[in-house]
């Protein structure tokens, strides 16, 4: 069978280095590996390059742009030259893209990865131009419900798909170093407030390796009207973002990871705990509804109500006093992540979505203009 032609929109907020120098640097262990390496489509990747030609009028103007609309109006103007389009967690270009589509009747075949379409922008969006969306992955359970539930997107067209990660990047350490603190990671959704407030006094260590605001020396607990005693961050608490393989270090020095979410309607915080599992750490993990069903209870982790201070402190008490049960959910979590979340999950996934998008494609209808 043919190979798809695929035009892939990436979030280029990070680039340089380009994809295919982060999968070079990934295949040295440098980095973790992508699963975009191994779809099984001929990809062409939209990013500052502009390697779909533009004609030359066109880039004068392009420079002028923000680099999402410059991948809105590509896309628009060569889409159709390609079995399929992709868009890669950029929702506001699979959104207007779709917009377009929908106002001048053009047909491109679409196929987005989308993470929180409950926004209320992106969800207002959505509602109206699902229509020219072919297939849509939508990793979390609560999005996928909300997309059918709310804003009328049919069930057929929702594509479930794991949050995945490199299993051989992400492994334990051998021999495996002495497991004397305990960490949290990430950004998004973090409630770390929360989380310092639980350590505390406690005579446990922990490096957050997070985004945090430091702007005044009480900066975890400056919701509070009486900050008296309270002017220096605990001493048992360090923070400072890692590179990954500094990050990896972390997770094999900690017993376990701690993610402290907000009250969160999509499945924030899954890369970390992947990560942690991969590492055969388990997790204690803030209960919201985008992370439903995310493990069970005792076995790979363990839930605390979210925002709870002193239900979070007498979990990190008790796992910390039980190495074993640490030990056991951790074994559990790297089963887990072996058996639904390699990378190579994703890419047969991620492969098959394209090739079927691309055979939905009436030839009659397809243009090289």
Not at 16 to 28: D, M, N, T
Not at 50 to 57: A, K, V
Not at 113 to 121: A, D, G, Q, V, Y
Not at 294 to 317: C, S, T
């Amino acid at each position: 069978m043919t190979r798809p032609t695929v035009l892939v929109l990436p979030n280029t907020i990070f680039f340089p280095p380009y994809l295919e120098e982060i999968e070079e640097r990934g295949r040295a262990g440098r980095v973790p590996r992508t699963w975009l390496a191994d779809v099984d489509a001929d990809l062409t990747i939209l990013d500052q390059r502009l390697q779909t030609n533009p004609p030359r009028w066109r880039r004068p103007l392009y420079r002028r742009l923000s680099m999402w609309v410059v991948q809105v109006l590509e896309a628009f103007r060569v889409g159709r030259t390609y079995d399929v389009v992709f868009v890669w967690s950029l929702a506001n270009v699979a959104l207007v893209l779709a917009l377009l589509l929908r106002l001048t009747r053009r047909r491109i075949t679409l196929v987005c990865l989308l993470t929180r379409i409950s926004e209320p922008k992106k969800a207002r969006l959505l509602r109206r131009v699902h229509t020219h969306i072919t297939r849509i992955i939508l990793p979390p359970q609560s999005q996928r419900e909300i997309a059918m539930r709310e804003l009328g997107v049919p069930a057929e067209k929702l594509v479930d798909l794991p949050w995945t990660l490199d299993l051989d990047f992400w492994r334990p350490a051998d021999p495996e170093p002495v497991r004397h603190t305990i960490c949290a990671a990430g950004g998004e959704m973090r409630d770390y407030v929360t989380l310092v407030r639980a350590l505390d006094g406690l005579n446990i260590p922990c490096h957050i390796a997070g985004v945090l605001d430091t702007s005044r020396p009480d900066w975890w607990n400056a919701a509070d009207d009486d900050r008296a005693g309270e002017e220096l961050v605990p001493g048992n608490v360090t923070f400072g973002t890692m590179p990954p393989n500094e990050l990896r270090d972390l997770y094999a020095r900690s017993r376990f990871v701690v993610v402290p979410l907000h009250a969160t309607d999509s499945d924030n915080g899954i890369t970390c705990m992947n990560e942690a599992w991969a590492m055969s750490r388990p997790v204690i993990v803030s209960d919201v509804a985008g992370q439903q069903g995310a493990f069970i209870e005792g076995v790979e982790g363990v839930w605390v109500p979210q925002g709870d201070v002193n239900a979070l402190r007498r979990a990190i008490i008790d796992l910390w006093a039980n190495p074993a049960s640490a030990d056991a959910m951790g074994v559990a979590g790297r089963r887990l992540v072996e058996r639904e979340k390699s990378n190579a999950v994703f890419s047969a996934g991620l492969s098959r979505v394209l090739s079927e998008a691309a055979g939905m494609v009436d030839e009659s209808a397809r243009t090289t203009g």
